[in-house]
């Protein structure tokens, strides 16, 4: 009875040991210190290859090029050669098994983005061909005119 | 004698308290010290011209299909921001929807429903600046997350377990570039991670790739042959923020003193 | 939609990630943590250094300390997207960040106040475990009772003189450690804030010690309600007639205990106060004097859109008004309530001006964000960080203290040394 005192501290080392014993059933066994030590690189290891998993989901266009070749050379020979066939027709994914077919942009946003006429010196944007949105047809999709496979003035239809 | 127990007792206390945390803790091994040193022979970084953007937002559009963001959702791993400098010494900046649908007005976008159309002959400078995780080499936000939930790779790049985070937010309020948000469906911090699914199989990022002008590029530092990497090294480039002492790895071509 | 999106209306120019991420919740945490700590400060005054007016007070602001604790943790774990994993802040605590010290810091704390308080109620448990062990017929409550009893004096039922003596000798150690554990808890409740360097607004070397002050003043002056509070239930008790202690002078007796204990504490709520005001003074005029690259927002932020609430509300209403009240000669209890509950809205506006005053401005330097309270639930989130959730919070400790107050009884016990 002489050491009643001592008895909080027993309830407090019995609390932090059934928090240690439970640690190494809770923790992964890959969590640690890592390379960048423990400021950096305190982690777990597994979720490195957890991201390396991601499913890719823009291919590139030399993945359109192994079937739609006749369709990249014509684009390629025009100003749109620049851009990935995938800013407008979608991210292929899979295709041709998933999805079988993709979601073209063909809104007047789409063309937007680039060709409204901002005349911002020292950026790319005021060499660009543009239009004032407000009075160059209004309402009007670009595609009804304009090819961006033949975007030229030529190409108009 | 009762001096003495109390002694004994606090003395108990305080090895206890001191050892929750060494428990807590890995001890190093003298070995494992030494396998750690070994560099990694990667260090990604992230070469932004800004002469070349235009403000499309296709690299915006890009990351958020490739990555999984909601796209509708109102937060984006990466951005572009537009600065409209006038003649009388105002400023004028944006990023509206972070420009996942570009920049198709002359209307500076001032939130709260107003907007400002700046005339072209007010105008003494104006450009844009993607923005994307600088992925630091002192990373602010690992350095305040309480469960080790984010991380930085050995090449460099800063990463976010989404099965151990706790959504406390703390790194949000850590970055000084407002890379971070919370995931709208997985309720965790989520951030640009330079596409590592893809740069890991030896692709480039979604943004890089979909950037029809090359104002994005991405390389390997370490690597004295990667174009990138030259260009960092041996040309004039810029960081954001260098105050806070992160040691950023997103460089700028062309950065202005207006750039926030 | 996004989190923070729902209470965040964006102005000028704003990165597109950022909203006001930590909301009323994050204000209820340091506030909560704040009382915790004050009410053990206000306790240890006594047992420590032997302020024998605090007496009456330091019993009670013991008991209801320990109430407090479950309520320092609780805004944290509403404001967390997950709130199930908050253990990992345990299990793989990173110690290189403010928020996993919480742990560690707060079990510690609690550890210190729960062995206190047995140390104080020891004497009591074990006549009580004695008494209803003898008792035969035993009601379902009374059974419950001697179960909750001879548990908690953990088998130790020596109550001779010396055992009693050695308690207090413990009560007297644990309080003094848990001084400086109850400003570390608190401190570092302020270095979460001040530490954020991309902050202009919370990053200060001074922002512990503003915070451990205003605890301190916060935690003396809800002892101070509660305490006037519960003596007026006391009043109202004894002066009926039926009451077994009914005596026609027992109002007097108790009211003039009352306003003896008051004026004294009082007079250390004024003390920490002056403190707490030095040093947020301090650091605003710090802040215009050397005046850095965020110092035009942040001006523009503290002397134009926060103005009423960090000038008016917290300056003038929570700390201007009660300097007033208290210094005014001939205090009175009805004085000491308004004086009290204001101190706590000034506290309470204080960590409202850090918290959201602090996210009120985007990190371009050129944008502000506005907080909108959700007031009316329509969602989980909206419940857990908007008006309901903080009023839950605060209510918590309360309800708490209720049923705390029936094991350890606050008053009429005995003295024990």
New interface residues.
């Given amino acids: 009875?002489?050491?009643?005192?001592?008895?909080?501290?027993?309830?407090?080392?019995g609390?932090?040991v059934i928090?240690?014993l439970?640690?190494p059933f809770?923790?992964p066994k890959d969590?640690?210190?890592?390379?960048?030590?423990?400021?950096?690189?305190?982690?777990?290891e597994g979720?490195?290859e957890?991201?390396?998993?991601?499913?890719?989901?823009?291919q590139?266009k030399e993945y359109c090029k192994a079937c739609h070749q006749d369709k990249v050379d014509s684009i390629d020979r025009t100003p749109h050669a620049?851009?990935?066939c995938?800013?407008c027709h979608?991210?292929a994914m899979e295709h041709p098994s998933e999805p079988p077919k993709l979601a073209i942009d063909r809104t007047r946003?789409q063309c937007?983005?680039?060709h409204?006429k901002?005349?911002?010196?020292?950026?790319?944007?005021a060499k660009?061909r543009g239009i004032d949105?407000d009075n160059h047809n209004p309402g009007i999709e670009c595609v009804m005119c304009h090819n961006p496979h033949k975007p030229s003035l030529e190409g108009l239809k | 004698m009762i001096s003495r127990r109390n002694f004994l007792k606090n003395t108990a206390k305080a090895v206890a308290g001191i050892s929750v945390p060494l428990a807590a803790l890995e001890i190093l091994s003298p070995a494992r010290v030494q396998a750690l040193k070994a560099d990694s022979a990667v260090r990604w970084a992230f070469l932004v011209d800004t002469y070349k953007c235009v403000g499309c937002g296709f690299c915006v559009k890009a990351c958020k299909l490739e990555n999984e963001i909601p796209y509708d959702a109102n937060v984006t791993r990466t951005w572009v921001e537009r600065y409209v400098l006038t003649k009388d010494g105002k400023l004028f900046a944006d990023s509206p929807k972070g420009a996942r649908d570009g920049f198709i007005s002359t209307k500076i976008d001032l939130g709260m429903g107003n907007f400002h159309d700046v005339k072209k002959e007010e105008i003494k400078k104006a450009f844009f600046v993607p923005k994307l995780c600088n992925q630091c080499d002192n990373p602010p936000c690992v350095q305040v997350c309480p469960v080790g939930a984010t991380y930085q790779a050995p090449d460099g790049v800063v990463l976010v377990d989404r099965t151990w985070c706790i959504g406390c937010g703390y790194c949000i309020m850590a970055c000084p570039y407002g890379v971070r948000f919370f995931h709208p469906k997985y309720h965790t911090a989520e951030k640009c991670n330079f596409c590592y699914h893809r740069i890991t199989k030896g692709l480039k990022t979604a943004c890089v790739q979909a950037c029809p002008f090359g104002a994005r590029q991405i390389g390997n530092i370490k690597d004295p042959n990667d174009p990138v990497a030259k260009t960092i090294t041996t040309e004039r480039v810029g960081i954001l923020k260098s105050e806070y002492g992160t040691k950023p790895h997103v460089f700028y071509i062309g950065l202005d003193e207006e750039v926030r | 939609m996004v989190h923070g999106e729902l209470w965040t209306v964006k102005e000028l120019f704003v990165t597109p990630n950022e909203y006001i991420y930590w909301s009323v919740q994050i204000v209820m945490y340091p506030f909560m943590t704040g009382l915790v700590a004050g009410a053990f400060v206000l306790s240890s005054l006594y047992h420590v250094f032997g302020i024998k007016q605090l007496k009456d007070i330091a019993r009670f602001a013991l008991v209801f300390s320990f109430a407090l604790l479950p309520a320092a943790p609780l805004p944290i774990m509403l404001h967390l997207q997950h709130p199930f994993r908050g253990i990992n802040v345990l299990m793989t605590s990173h110690f290189t960040s403010a928020i996993a010290a919480f742990g560690i810091v707060f079990s510690t704390y609690g550890a210190i106040v729960a062995s206190e308080l047995w140390f104080l109620y020891r004497k009591h448990f074990v006549e009580q475990s004695l008494f209803l062990k003898k008792r035969q017929d035993k009601t379902l409550s009374e059974k419950l009772y001697y179960l909750i009893y001879t548990a908690l004096t953990l088998g130790a039922y020596d109550i001779s003189e010396e055992a009693l003596h050695k308690d207090e000798k413990a009560i007297k150690i644990l309080a003094a450690i848990g001084i400086p554990v109850a400003c570390f808890l608190h401190g570092y409740a302020g270095f979460i804030f001040g530490s954020v360097k991309a902050n202009a607004l919370w990053m200060t070397p001074l922002m512990p010690v503003i915070f451990i002050m205003s605890a301190i003043v916060s935690g003396i002056a809800l002892c101070m309600l509660t305490y006037i509070v519960t003596m007026e239930i006391r009043k109202i008790l004894a002066c009926r007639k039926q009451s077994p202690t009914y005596s026609p002078e027992c109002r007097e007796e108790i009211k003039s205990v009352e306003i003896n204990v008051i004026k004294m504490t009082a007079k250390y709520l004024l003390f920490f106060l002056t403190f707490a005001i030095s040093l947020e003074l301090l650091d605003l005029i710090f802040r215009g004097y050397t005046a850095v690259k965020s110092w035009d927002v942040l001006r523009s932020v503290i002397y134009g859109k926060d103005f009423t609430s960090i000038f008016i509300l917290q300056y003038g209403l929570g700390n201007l008004i009660p300097f007033i009240l208290f210094l005014t000669p001939g205090l009175t209890i009805r004085r000491a309530i308004i004086g009290v509950l204001l101190v706590m809205f000034g506290v309470f506006m204080m960590r409202w001006n850090v918290v959201i005053g602090g996210q009120s401005f985007s990190l371009t330097f050129a944008g502000y964000m506005h907080y909108h309270l959700p007031i009316i639930p329509h969602d989980m989130e909206t419940l857990k960080e908007g008006l309901f959730g903080a009023l839950g919070v605060f209510i918590s400790p309360f309800i708490l203290f209720y049923f705390l107050a029936k094991i350890f009884p606050i008053f009429g016990l005995k003295e024990s040394h």
């Fill in positions: 009875m002489k050491n009643h005192v001592l008895r909080p501290l027993f309830v407090v080392i609390i932090v928090v240690l439970i640690r809770y923790v969590f640690g210190i890592h390379e960048r030590g423990y400021m950096y690189g305190w982690y777990r979720n490195i957890d991201w390396k998993k991601v499913t890719v989901k823009y590139g620049i851009i990935q995938e800013n979608g991210p946003e937007l983005r680039c409204t901002l005349l911002y010196p020292s950026s790319g944007r660009l949105p």
